[in-house]
């Protein structure tokens, strides 16, 4: 039940940085913050079901959402 949670919320999470990258590029940076939600979602879920590869993939998704949330708040 967590895992498929974790899933929802994080696909939730990545469709609304889409939908803001696409149609709103003016809400930017708020497309990385729901990209850092999904990623942490999403790697939690890998590191659950041990899935490597898919955590790998989010770990360096969030990074790249942090990167860049600090690029403009430094």
């Known amino acids: 039940m967590i895992n498929q949670v974790l899933q929802w919320l994080g696909t939730t999470a990545l469709m609304v940085m889409y939908v803001i990258m696409s149609f709103f590029p003016e809400q930017y940076p708020w497309n990385l913050v729901a990209g850092l939600t999904g990623g ?8 659950r079901t041990h899935n490597t590869p898919q955590m790998i993939v989010n770990a360096a998704g969030v990074l790249v959402c942090v990167a860049g949330l600090l690029r403009i708040l430094l």
């Open 40 to 47: 942490l979602l999403y790697f939690a879920w890998s590191f």
